[in-house]
């Protein structure tokens, strides 16, 4: 079984000496509590909870999984008492306003949280998770009274969130969906459609779940201009909150699924149930993006966990198991074998791994850091800032959750590549990981949609390439004063430059080709989006790599420069090892799509 230690060192790194969070928090309206002895505290309270409870609990809960029995669903032995313990810590209402019993604290706070919670256990943080999403929707859509009668429990983590869109006819293509919103004399709904793929969509962890729900209400228009949102409580509630009779609301099937066992996949069936309408009507697919970009934040850092993991395991069998000697002589010799850490393959695969988990920490804390801004900007009335902001947002979120989860799925298959044999054995975890990974990429939107996202709406459609143009000086700003200095920085800083200048190149090729040939987007956007994450993620190791030179210099204790000697190093295999990866997906997505369309759909194979 997996030990994880949370990562505190990386954290404080980032938030304290690359993207400066005391700072950050000291310019935010509601940064005055977020202290750096509170941030510190919170993330020693966050570390004791996973590595001692959820930890635990991740192996013997994919073996247990979830039971459905008469309508009722049980999670793992643990979990409810797991759970209790999350709840009486105040862990869901950290980042929620104190007026619904949260703690008001910016949302970086609470990303930092949950990578610690998904490294942890990611079944486990699947059922606070969701219930992120269903409270910022109902924050930001919901009237008084319902804000009034729903956040406080949701905050309090005493009731979870779901989010309910996907139907057995339609996944990504929302302008199907089915169910139907019947109005009543009084004002609310009766809800009929069946949802499936129901992330916490029934379970004993809570007294209620609040299911955020896409319906039709009559003669709505077709399409997705006609999709409204509503409110659908597994338990009725009064208007002062509490508890009534069961709605009409039943499971009707758990999935028996690849990876996350433990988290419950649920078919629900709602049989006329009661529904309050949230927001505008027939408004409700661009509500239900408050939910679905939280999510796919939230996702983007499951590939950072799997990644933290899966190296986490790799690490220490590597430094302990044996086998053969090192190429260049024998460098255990009291041993009848060198450690596997000596052969440079190995030492490829965990270089891999760190780079990717340390990388991918540092896109989503900036990132958080732009969705705190953002939130500020909302509270404060400033529209203006606030939608510069979300744009800027927008873009980062297709790369983080395409290109993140797509590493994180390879760097859990290296875990086990590493461990050889024994990965795939369940006992060791190693191949528990790899299969809660798949998921990732799959789910909030499969990396095909993230892509599409990134260059047809936010890169072409929305921004004409500013969003590049804008993102890539940065880049050569952070390249610019390094330019000429020798070593590795300095290489690295004249590639950051070069690519820079590549990645504005290729975007506007792309854009001039798409005019004559409608499906180039398409059959390119995926390799764009791996070729930009790549690039951005460079941005990011150069930038820890060049604070942590800066650092070095200071003349730091020998723990700490060894620390950052390994951020310089870490960096340096990036960009020697991973980074020139981009090319070959530059050069596929500039490729005719005449290879990809030419073939007749009939005639991809033939007698099956």
Same mark, same amino acid.
């Given at each position: 079984m997996l030990n994880y230690k949370a990562p505190l060192r990386d954290m404080r790194f980032l938030m304290n000496e690359v993207l400066d969070y005391p700072a950050h928090y000291a310019s935010l309206t509601n940064g005055a509590d977020a202290t750096p002895d509170m941030i510190e505290a919170i993330l020693e309270g966050a570390a004791t909870l996973c590595?001692?409870?959820?930890?635990?609990?991740?192996?013997?809960?994919?073996?247990e999984g979830c039971q459905l029995r008469d309508g009722v669903v049980t999670t793992p032995t643990g979990f409810k008492a797991a759970y209790a313990q999350f709840v009486a810590g105040g862990w869901q209402g950290l980042s929620f306003p104190v007026e619904y019993g949260g703690q008001g604290l910016p949302m970086s706070v609470n990303v930092f949280k949950a990578e610690m919670m998904g490294s942890a256990?990611?079944?486990?943080?699947?059922?606070?998770?969701?219930?992120?999403?269903?409270?910022?929707?109902?924050?930001?859509?919901?009237?008084?009274?319902?804000?009034?009668?729903?956040?406080?429990?949701?905050?309090?983590?005493?009731?979870?969130?779901?989010?309910?869109l996907t139907e057995a006819q339609c996944g990504t293509d929302l302008a199907q969906v089915k169910t139907r919103a019947e109005p009543l004399p009084d004002g609310s709904y009766q809800i009929t459609g069946t949802k499936i793929f129901i992330s916490s969509g029934e379970h004993d962890l809570t007294d209620n779940i609040i299911h955020i729900v896409l319906a039709r209400l009559p003669g709505a228009p077709a399409g997705t201009r006609g999709i409204s949102l509503f409110i659908v409580p597994k338990m009725l509630v009064d208007d002062k909150g509490a508890l009534g009779a069961r709605n009409a609301v039943g499971c009707g099937s758990i999935e028996h699924k690849m990876g996350i066992r433990a988290s419950v996949t649920a078919v629900l069936n709602f049989d006329a149930a009661l529904g309050y309408l949230?927001?505008?009507?027939?408004?409700g697919l661009e509500a239900m993006f408050t939910f679905m970009n939280t999510a796919r934040i939230g996702t983007a850092i499951q590939g950072v966990c799997h990644a933290e993991a899966s190296f986490q395991g790799a690490l220490p069998y590597a430094r302990e198991r044996r086998s053969m000697r090192a190429l260049s002589g024998k460098k255990d010799a009291d041993q009848v074998a060198d450690a596997l850490i000596w052969h440079p393959d190995v030492r490829r695969?965990?270089?891999?791994?760190? =780079?990717?988990?340390?990388? /991918?920490?540092?896109? &989503?804390?900036?990132?958080?850091? !732009?969705?705190? %801004?953002?939130f500020n900007a909302v509270t404060a009335g400033d529209e203006a800032q606030a939608k510069l902001l979300d744009n800027e947002l927008g873009f980062y979120t297709p790369i983080l959750k395409g290109f993140l989860t797509e590493m994180g799925l390879e760097?859990?298959?290296?875990?086990?590549?590493?461990?050889?044999?024994?990965?795939?054995?369940?006992?060791?975890?190693?191949?528990?990981?790899?299969?809660?990974?798949?998921? =990732?990429?799959?789910?909030? /939107?499969?990396?095909? &949609?993230?892509?599409?996202?990134? !260059?047809?709406? %936010?890169?072409?459609l929305g921004t004409r390439g500013g969003c590049v143009r804008e993102f890539t000086a940065k880049m050569w700003q952070l390249a610019k004063p390094h330019l000429f200095a020798s070593g590795a920085l300095g290489a690295m800083a004249r590639t950051l430059a070069k690519r820079a200048l590549q990645w504005n190149v290729l975007t506007t090729r792309i854009m001039l080709r798409a005019v004559k040939d409608r499906e180039l987007v398409g059959s390119a956007s995926v390799d764009y989006l791996m070729y930009s994450g790549y690039l951005m993620m460079g941005y990011f190791w150069a930038l820890q790599a060049s604070r942590a030179a800066a650092l070095l210099a200071s003349g730091k204790g020998a723990e700490e420069a060894a620390f950052y000697r390994a951020k310089l190093q870490t960096a340096e295999f990036y960009f020697e090892r991973l980074l020139p990866r981009a090319d070959g997906h530059r050069k596929s997505a500039l490729a005719s799509t005449r290879s990809v369309?030419?073939?007749d759909k009939d005639h991809f194979a033939f007698d099956y």
């Amino acid at each position: 079984m997996l030990n994880y230690k949370a990562p505190l060192r990386d954290m404080r790194f980032l938030m304290n000496e690359v993207l400066d969070y005391p700072a950050h928090y000291a310019s935010l309206t509601n940064g005055a509590d977020a202290t750096p002895d509170m941030i510190e505290a919170i993330l020693e309270g966050a570390a004791t909870l996973c590595q001692e409870v959820l930890a635990p609990l991740s192996l013997s809960g994919d073996q247990e999984g979830c039971q459905l029995r008469d309508g009722v669903v049980t999670t793992p032995t643990g979990f409810k008492a797991a759970y209790a313990q999350f709840v009486a810590g105040g862990w869901q209402g950290l980042s929620f306003p104190v007026e619904y019993g949260g703690q008001g604290l910016p949302m970086s706070v609470n990303v930092f949280k949950a990578e610690m919670m998904g490294s942890a256990n990611w079944s486990f943080n699947m059922y606070p998770g969701l219930s992120v999403g269903c409270i910022n929707t109902i924050l930001r859509y919901g009237s008084e009274a319902q804000k009034k009668q729903y956040l406080p429990a949701l905050v309090a983590g005493t009731w979870a969130g779901t989010m309910c869109l996907t139907e057995a006819q339609c996944g990504t293509d929302l302008a199907q969906v089915k169910t139907r919103a019947e109005p009543l004399p009084d004002g609310s709904y009766q809800i009929t459609g069946t949802k499936i793929f129901i992330s916490s969509g029934e379970h004993d962890l809570t007294d209620n779940i609040i299911h955020i729900v896409l319906a039709r209400l009559p003669g709505a228009p077709a399409g997705t201009r006609g999709i409204s949102l509503f409110i659908v409580p597994k338990m009725l509630v009064d208007d002062k909150g509490a508890l009534g009779a069961r709605n009409a609301v039943g499971c009707g099937s758990i999935e028996h699924k690849m990876g996350i066992r433990a988290s419950v996949t649920a078919v629900l069936n709602f049989d006329a149930a009661l529904g309050y309408l949230i927001g505008e009507p027939n408004k409700g697919l661009e509500a239900m993006f408050t939910f679905m970009n939280t999510a796919r934040i939230g996702t983007a850092i499951q590939g950072v966990c799997h990644a933290e993991a899966s190296f986490q395991g790799a690490l220490p069998y590597a430094r302990e198991r044996r086998s053969m000697r090192a190429l260049s002589g024998k460098k255990d010799a009291d041993q009848v074998a060198d450690a596997l850490i000596w052969h440079p393959d190995v030492r490829r695969m965990l270089l891999t791994q760190k =780079a990717v988990a340390e990388g /991918g920490r540092a896109m &989503i804390a900036s990132a958080a850091q !732009l969705a705190d %801004k953002m939130f500020n900007a909302v509270t404060a009335g400033d529209e203006a800032q606030a939608k510069l902001l979300d744009n800027e947002l927008g873009f980062y979120t297709p790369i983080l959750k395409g290109f993140l989860t797509e590493m994180g799925l390879e760097a859990a298959n290296l875990g086990m590549q590493v461990f050889g044999g024994h990965g795939y054995i369940h006992e060791h975890g190693m191949e528990q990981i790899a299969r809660d990974a798949r998921i =990732a990429t799959l789910y909030e /939107g499969t990396t095909g &949609i993230q892509a599409l996202d990134l !260059l047809g709406r %936010k890169v072409l459609l929305g921004t004409r390439g500013g969003c590049v143009r804008e993102f890539t000086a940065k880049m050569w700003q952070l390249a610019k004063p390094h330019l000429f200095a020798s070593g590795a920085l300095g290489a690295m800083a004249r590639t950051l430059a070069k690519r820079a200048l590549q990645w504005n190149v290729l975007t506007t090729r792309i854009m001039l080709r798409a005019v004559k040939d409608r499906e180039l987007v398409g059959s390119a956007s995926v390799d764009y989006l791996m070729y930009s994450g790549y690039l951005m993620m460079g941005y990011f190791w150069a930038l820890q790599a060049s604070r942590a030179a800066a650092l070095l210099a200071s003349g730091k204790g020998a723990e700490e420069a060894a620390f950052y000697r390994a951020k310089l190093q870490t960096a340096e295999f990036y960009f020697e090892r991973l980074l020139p990866r981009a090319d070959g997906h530059r050069k596929s997505a500039l490729a005719s799509t005449r290879s990809v369309m030419q073939i007749d759909k009939d005639h991809f194979a033939f007698d099956y």
